[in-house]
């Protein structure tokens, strides 16, 4: 079985990246959406492309001319243990349970030791419930309609899809739902048959014919789909055949075609009427099916209360047909996810065994998890996760246009503050998107922001932000009109993240700059980025199973390019390594973005996250990849809670 979270997010273009709400302290993961123009955003702009006519050619047409190369359909499970087995524990579970994690030694045995997966189904509680923890309640059930992390988190659970990645970051169909995926030599089609044993939360098959009406509802321009259009936008057509077969038509032929190749599910015998009158999707048809989505996944929805708690359950109908099992039965009865916005009320909740898992502060992790109160229930881990935090300017406001301003904002950053005290010494400061060990990341020499106001503070005069009135602000008269430099920089509500950017606005007041901290609720933040209504906020980044993922993010007008960032040689770039089929040369053209995006300063870099997690010593079978211990495959599948 593949990770149940990101069987449809894996390669979605719009949400192969995530971004995430604040410094770390919930895995609430933003994926934020459309970002068009500053100010309210008008349903119009919501609007997707309209699709063009597509005549798709025969089966026959196709297979005369394809050349169809096979794709790996993998069972990830046996991937696994045979990865495991080749990495055999460092000490025995009951010594890695009395350890405390205070040295990379500790954490090294602990993880060895804990992520190890069952030797006997027998050690397996399969009526267990987990309890995990999000940081911000879901937007939607609705796949196509996620925008955050935490709808991907529940829905993904639900859904089914046929494509994902594992620890390396290599992409393969699972055996769980595809019995074939071949691509053409050209790369222009991918044909997937489906296996017949899917179905629907309501007993109707999952077919390819859902697949090919997703595609379309996805890409229906009067459906407002805030996240999942990014990279779905890509494809020329989805075609299904017969009941089993689809084939995905791609526009050009590009090494990023894999990674467009997934996109959520819905039941087309739901939707396919509906959307017709109510393509909103806020009707009370559809706002009923919000409170029971039909689903196709290992678990399905049943109960929420908003802004408390999401419960799924285990479908038997998901792994037994006809009273045989067909795939392997999901580990957990329960998943029971509680929303806990405040890191403080999450960590007594873990210590108090209302929570299984939560992703900790640096504070939690060096202060407030090591003592026998945490120990006697709980263990420690970390691993490294390619993350990114940063504080990010809206290009489009007066204040953030000139590159030197950008600059001085930079020099301006009480680095050693926010790494060594807020954020207790455990973070590398970021030298720009793309993390140690990731293959897209320049290897020219690079030169760290320090903080130096005096430097800071030329740029800005050099930039004709200067005191003209003596009121203690600067400003700049700008088309006619004297405008000062007071801005707002907002941040969710968390106290480490308000503290991060009060740092910002400290400094910056020495400056003669007014910076004014705004925390925000976390689906209000969204909406405001979303919108572009905003002037700077604290964010961060985690990173896609491939660099094309962060195209929307730099390129001119996509839709999460919430700074309005625009370079044409970066968009250029861009292109070429799309379309580009040799890995090195690939790999030397996101490098050159790298180089072009820290001399531009968009954002102003501050650290690149590890994971800091707790987990109950009950769990068993986490392992961190470089998007953590959930985000891959199996990620959250290989999980287990030992029987009492």
């Not at 894996?10 to 709400?21: P, T």
């Not at 026959?60 to 790996?72: R, V, Y």
């Not at 263990?379 to 301003?405: A, C, I, S």
């Not at 009950?618 to 959250?636: C, H, I, Q, V, W």
Request: charge should be negative.
């Amino acid at each position: 079985m593949m990770d149940c979270r990101y069987r449809w997010l894996l390669c979605a273009g719009g949400l192969s990246l995530a971004l995430l709400s604040g410094c770390p302290t919930a895995p609430n993961y933003k994926v934020p959406e459309q970002a068009s123009k500053e100010g309210e955003q008008s349903a119009d702009a919501e609007k997707g492309p309209q699709l063009e006519p597509f005549d798709a050619p025969t089966m026959a047409e196709l297979d005369a001319k394809a050349d169809w190369q096979d794709q790996p359909v993998i069972d990830i499970m046996e991937r696994f243990l045979k990865y495991k087995a080749e990495n055999p524990p460092l000490v025995s579970v009951e010594e890695a349970l009395k350890l405390k994690n205070d040295s990379d030694e500790n954490n090294e045995k602990i993880l060895s030791a804990l992520g190890q997966p069952p030797k006997s189904d027998s050690e397996v509680n399969e009526n267990a419930e987990i309890k995990r923890h999000i940081g911000g309640d879901i937007n939607s059930t609705n796949p196509i309609m996620s925008s955050s992390v935490s709808d991907a988190e529940v829905n993904g659970l639900t859904g089914a899809g046929f494509f994902s990645f594992d620890w390396n970051m290599e992409p393969f169909a699972p055996k769980d739902t595809v019995v074939s995926w071949q691509t053409s030599k050209d790369l222009l089609y991918d044909k997937v048959v489906i296996r017949d044993d899917l179905i629907w939360s309501d007993g109707k098959p999952l077919t390819a014919y859902d697949v090919e009406f997703s595609f379309q509802m996805i890409m229906n321009p009067d459906v407002p789909v805030p996240a999942v259009r990014n990279g779905t936008d890509k494809l020329r057509w989805v075609k299904a055949y017969d009941e089993r077969t689809f084939v995905i038509f791609h526009r050009e032929s590009m090494a990023t075609n894999v990674w467009n190749c997934n996109f959520p599910i819905v039941p087309k015998h739901i939707y396919e009427e509906s959307i017709k009158t109510d393509p909103r999707l806020e009707g009370d048809y559809h706002q009923k099916l919000e409170i029971t989505p039909v689903v196709a996944g290992p678990y399905q929805i049943s109960k929420r209360i908003k802004g408390q708690e999401i419960v799924l359950e285990r479908r038997e109908d998901y792994y037994m047909r006809n009273g045989k099992q067909v795939r392997s039965k999901p580990r957990y009865k329960t998943i029971r996810f509680r929303v806990l916005t405040d890191s403080n009320t999450a960590r007594l909740a873990l210590n108090d065994g209302q929570l299984d898992e939560m992703l900790l502060t640096p504070q939690q992790w060096v202060e407030q998890t090591t003592d026998n109160a945490f120990y006697s229930k709980n263990t420690k881990v970390r691993g490294m996760e390619w993350t990114y935090f940063y504080f990010g300017w809206n290009m489009k406001k007066p204040w953030f246009t000139d590159l030197r301003v950008r600059q001085a904002m930079a020099y301006s950053v009480n680095y050693d503050q926010i790494l060594n005290k807020l954020c207790y010494g455990l973070y590398d400061q970021a030298s720009g998107c793309f993390a140690e060990g990731n293959w897209a990341r320049s290897k020219k020499p690079r030169t760290l922001y320090k903080q130096d106001l005096a430097k800071a503070e030329k740029l800005l005069v050099d930039a004709g932000w200067v005191d003209t009135d003596g009121d203690g602000i600067r400003d700049k008269e700008i088309n006619g009109k004297k405008v000062k430099f007071e801005f707002e920089i907002m941040c969710t509500t968390d106290q480490t993240r308000i503290d991060i950017s009060t740092s910002l606005a400290e400094s910056l007041n020495r400056l003669g700059i007014a910076c004014n901290v705004k925390p925000t609720e976390f689906t209000v933040m969204q909406q405001r980025a979303q919108d572009h209504n905003y002037d700077a906020m604290f964010g961060g980044w985690g990173a896609g199973a491939d660099p094309s993922t962060s195209e929307n993010l730099w390129k001119t007008n996509e839709s999460r390019n919430y700074g309005g960032y625009s370079n044409p040689k970066v968009d250029e770039l861009f292109v070429k390594a799309m379309k580009e089929l040799d890995f090195d040369k690939r790999a030397a053209l996101y490098q050159e973005i790298d180089d072009i995006l820290w001399e531009d300063q968009p954002y102003a870099w501050l650290y690149y996250r590890s994971g800091f997690y707790g987990f109950n010593k009950k769990l068993r079978g986490y392992t961190f990849s470089p998007r953590g211990p959930y985000s891959y495959s199996p990620g959250f599948d290989a999980f287990w809670t030992i029987a009492q």
